[in-house]
């Protein structure tokens, strides 16, 4: 995205990212999960948060749901307003992982382009996880019973029935939410984050 002003000065910090991931054993990144509307985001994004946790690491998740009540509560669900609330997360996750944060955002996410732009946003921290459970998977399990809502024309623009959803053209990590259990989505994850997250050895 272009600066508006000309007149911004960026002042770089005095603690690099090597001080702070020395410190807490660990890197930072954004682990971006996307998938269609029930298809284990929230779910897996928040066991992974506690099992994480637990393991001592940083980690803090940014959920579609409880960000569109605040930071982003101005915005609906068209095609504009979905490309702002990912650029705002996008933005705000890609500072969480400056400061060391595994950040696990859970959002739809459905347009290429818009996750692209929150990869650059976190530089070469951005980790594109696809939850690539079917719509038909996602629309039997339906937790919220909004695709019910949305077939019945009660919800518009909703995605996988009345907006689109892009599958990612090159994530780093699949997980089949469709055919495997949330354990063995939430094992995959941890492995992944193990291995991408570790520091380099000395
Ligand atoms: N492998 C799996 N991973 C995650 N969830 C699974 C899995 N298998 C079954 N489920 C079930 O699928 C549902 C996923 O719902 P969840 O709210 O996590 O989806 P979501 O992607 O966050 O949806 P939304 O976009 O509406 O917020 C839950 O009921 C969960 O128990
Ligand atoms: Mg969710």
Redesign the pocket.
Known sequence: MSIKSQNIVEIEHRVSDQDRWQRQGHKGGVLWMT??????????AFELERSLFAKGRQVFVM???NLRHGLNSDLGFSPQDRAENIRRVGEVAGLYASAGMITVT?F?SPYQAARDAARAAAKDRFHEVY?S?SLDVCEG?D??G?YKKARSGEIPDFTGVSAPYESPEAPELV?N?GV???E??LALLEDYVAKAFALEAE
Not at 35 to 44: E, N
Request: glycine fraction near 14%; charged fraction near 20%.
């Open positions: 998938g269609l509307p029930g298809s284990g985001k929230s779910t897996l959920d579609g749901d859970a739809i939850l459970a399990r937790p919220k909004h997980v939410t495997l259990s949330v063995e989505s």
